[in-house]
């Protein structure tokens, strides 16, 4: 059975109605991806997925249970190549700590759907930010034309 992580999709809708999720750096390439990490032994992945977005990016919020999509994750280390599965989960942020535990550690920023699609390099993160796309954006606010 491959390793088990989670990533979170923190987001929130601007005063303009405009939806935003947050991303972080990575802390070796400095990569802007979703805040992720591996789900611990006896904790659920949407709960993995909401520690990682407040250590990771300082943000708390309601974390959905059910995950908006999954992805293999691939990754090199210096002797082989280990696959993860990465389940991705929205979370509904109602606080941004102006502290948190990896800050001097990572950049934090709120993009755009579109923003964060440029930006955001990793396939199958980008799939999941589509996907929570298809399900989040405000259809009525595009329609109104105030996108």
């Keep these: ?9 923190p987001y929130r809708y601007d005063a303009d109605g405009e939806l935003e999720i947050l ?3 990575s802390r070796k390439k400095r990569r802007w991806v979703l805040p992720k990490g591996h789900v611990r032994p006896g904790m659920g992945a949407h709960s993995s997925a909401a520690k990682e977005a407040f250590e990771e990016g300082g943000v708390i919020g309601r974390t959905e249970i059910d995950p908006i999509a999954n992805y ?4 090199r280390n210096a002797c082989d190549e280990e696959a993860y ?4 989960h929205p979370m509904a942020v109602s606080t941004e700590a102006p502290v948190w535990p990896e800050m001097r550690q990572r950049e934090r920023r709120w993009d755009t759907i579109s923003d964060a699609l440029f930006l955001v390099e990793q396939r199958g993160m980008r799939k999941a930010i589509e996907a929570f796309d298809r399900a989040f954006s ?3 606010a595009q329609s109104a034309g105030r996108r």
């Design 1 to 9: 059975m491959m390793p088990l992580q989670s990533a979170a999709i």
């Design 138 to 140: 405000p259809v009525c």
């Design 85 to 88: 599965c990465v389940t991705v």
């Design 23 to 25: 991303l972080v750096t």
């Design 72 to 75: 293999v994750r691939k990754k």
